[in-house]
């Protein structure tokens, strides 16, 4: 079931619309060490956020010439936090990225890749965030499970227990069935991303709209709960 519907949401999302030049950057392949930064900052501050607020809070580093891990790690934290303040939870996500660019930029400067266990010791990294990191700033095989893979397959398969399933039974399932390549998986988050924000989100899913529809079990069992509804904004 999940190669399938891999197979029908790339068909689908020729572009990773609403945000894809943001996704572009995530997905590539071997990246500069100024989009490595800026691909690893953005998964700190899209933590109980939207992208808008991201963006925002990344053109506000870029103007203060606050784009290194190095100058990072040199800011002052409450400069930062006023930088960074349209991403909200601002005095906690200055102390993570702190965190963070410590680890970072060792590992670039030493050309390492951070292991999973090194990037959940860093204060503010979940298995998400690290999982993140590691697929889309070192290029690591690494399937990705957040809250929309957990909705989209609870969905999708009609069995709620993906709500709660453990993250790493989740992960084997993923990479059972798509190759074990950070492309494969870095594009699939990012899709089913894209698909709950357009389509599968938490409230008012749009399922009688939605292209996956005869292939999730959750639209097909309540297929008369639907109607044509306004999208209610979903936060990454």
Not at 14 to 22: F, G, K
């Amino acid at each position: 079931m999940i190669s399938k519907v891999h197979e029908q949401l790339k068909d689908y999302y020729i572009r990773l619309d609403p945000h894809a030049e943001t996704w572009e950057l995530w997905i590539k392949g071997e990246k500069s060490t100024l989009e490595t930064y800026e691909v690893a900052v953005g998964t700190i501050l899209v933590q109980n956020t939207n992208w808008r607020n991201v963006n925002k809070a990344i053109a506000n580093l870029k103007r203060a010439n606050v784009f290194s891990f190095e100058e990072l790690q040199k800011i002052e934290k409450e400069d930062l936090e006023e930088l960074i303040k349209p991403a909200g939870f601002y005095i906690q996500k200055s102390i993570y990225l702190k965190s963070l660019s410590n680890l970072l930029s060792t590992c670039i400067l030493n050309e390492h890749t951070p292991s999973r266990e090194e990037l959940l010791a860093c204060k503010g990294v979940g298995k998400e965030t690290a999982d993140s990191i590691l697929v889309y700033c070192f290029q690591q095989p690494v399937p990705i499970v957040g809250t929309y893979t957990r909705r989209f397959l609870a969905r999708i398969y009609g069995d709620i227990d993906y709500l709660r399933k453990k993250y790493e039974i989740i992960q084997e399932e993923i990479i059972k069935v798509l190759e074990k390549n950070f492309e494969v998986l870095g594009r699939f988050h990012a899709l089913v991303v894209v698909h709950g924000q357009n389509y599968c989100q938490k409230n008012n899913p749009m399922c009688l709209e939605c292209f996956l529809q005869t292939s999730c079990t959750y639209a097909l069992k309540t297929p008369n709960r639907f109607e044509n509804r306004p999208n209610s904004e979903d936060n990454n």
